[in-house]
């Protein structure tokens, strides 16, 4: 199926459940800032059912349990041998529960529907690549 045009507003309505939704944070010594955008993971309209959390060799890799949420929260880690995102993200794919895998850095806090349009789109046209953009 092709969307022309990215005319979105030409595909019928998906009409059955909505696919299940995991994220992927890439994160390296930023703390506070993971802590927001989890936080704003576990209270979306549309929640998410796994985040892992994939640590690029933090000096002190995140705790889990202080991340805790309705929504399950795992820490995968790398060594930190210099910028390795794009295998950190790889780990943290193989370990996401979800039909739709999404991925964030830690500095990214989605507003409270990302999850929800990001699938509302993704569940009338499965074959698409959503991707988006900071403001």
């Known amino acids: 199926m092709s969307v022309p045009g990215n005319r979105w507003d030409?595909?019928?309505?998906?009409?059955?459940?909505?696919?299940?939704?995991?994220?992927?944070?890439?994160?390296?010594?930023?703390?506070?800032?993971?802590?927001r955008t989890v936080a704003a993971l576990q209270t979306q309209t549309r929640p998410p059912v796994s985040v892992v959390v994939a640590d690029d060799g933090s000096p002190e890799p995140p705790d889990?349990?202080?991340?805790?949420?309705?929504?399950?929260?795992r820490v995968v880690t790398q060594d930190d041998r210099g910028f390795r995102a794009a295998a950190a993200r790889n780990r943290g794919a193989a370990q996401v529960e979800g039909d739709v895998l999404v991925f964030l850095d830690a500095d990214t806090v989605p507003g409270p529907g990302f999850v929800a349009a990001l699938t509302a789109r993704i569940a009338a046209c499965p074959d698409v690549l959503a991707v988006?953009?900071?403001?």
Do not use: D, M
């Not at 889990?64 to 399950?72: E, R, T, W």
């Not at 988006?132 to 403001?135: A, I, K, M, S, V």
């Open 64 to 73: 889990p349990a202080a991340l805790a949420g309705p929504v399950p929260v």
């Open 132 to 135: 988006g953009r900071r403001r």
């Open 10 to 35: 030409l595909l019928a309505p998906h009409t059955g459940p909505p696919p299940s939704v995991g994220v992927v944070v890439c994160h390296y010594r930023q703390p506070a800032q993971l802590a």
